[in-house]
């Protein structure tokens, strides 16, 4: 079945960065392009960023524009999520899908706090 393992969250320090990786298993990833959510405590959730299935053509929310890097490995069956320059604001768990959406994760956890 498909499965997507969200991975790499964790306590940074505002400015700090991580790398969030999503392993992806139940499909054929490499024909899917692919899509990064995130969803704070008690507010809804937001697309972060967005990958074709060749890996091109990047989008991204403008909170994260120019902080944050989407890409893939589609030898790997993993997407990738490079975070630098962390604000307090993208506290969150994070969530790896594929467009369309198949079933959900669990989510990594972002604590972004001094």
């Known amino acids: 079945q498909v499965q997507l393992v969200e991975s790499g969250g964790g306590l940074v320090q505002p400015g700090g960065a991580l790398r969030l990786s999503c392993a992806a298993s139940g499909f054929t990833f490499s024909s899917h392009a692919m899509t990064w959510y995130r969803q704070a405590a008690g507010k809804e959730s937001e697309l972060v960023a967005t990958i074709t299935d060749a890996g091109g053509r990047p989008n991204y929310a403008d909170s994260v524009k120019g902080r944050f890097t989407i890409s893939r490995d589609n030898a790997k069956n993993t997407l990738y999520l490079q975070m630098n320059s962390l604000k307090p604001e993208d506290t969150a768990v994070y969530y790896c899908?594929?467009?369309?959406?198949?079933?959900w994760g669990q989510g990594t956890q972002v604590n972004v706090s001094s």
């Open positions: 899908n594929a467009i369309p959406f198949l079933d």
